[in-house]
């Protein structure tokens, strides 16, 4: 897989408004803030990761929540 880069709002927004069933969207958020709102796409699948802090990522990296082969488009609060 090609090595994770930033991208800026208007490449983010085109990606997800692709809907490629390549991409998946990754709110790094705690659950607290995904309730209160979150980017949706039709055709992008969300890997709703269910996280309580930052610091539970890796745990739910290592479970195998994503596929390398795959866009993957992160975000979180603080960008």
Do not use: W
Not at 40 to 64: I, K
């Amino acid at each position: 897989a090609p090595p994770a880069r930033k991208v800026d709002a208007a490449e983010f927004h085109s990606v997800l408004e692709s809907g490629a069933a390549g991409v998946v969207l990754v709110d790094v958020r705690n659950v607290y803030e995904r309730r209160v709102g979150r980017f949706e796409a039709p055709g992008v699948r969300d890997a709703d990761l269910q996280l309580r802090q930052f610091s539970d990522l890796p745990r739910a990296l290592d479970d195998g929540a994503l596929d390398s082969a795959k866009t993957i488009l992160m975000y979180c609060t603080g960008g």
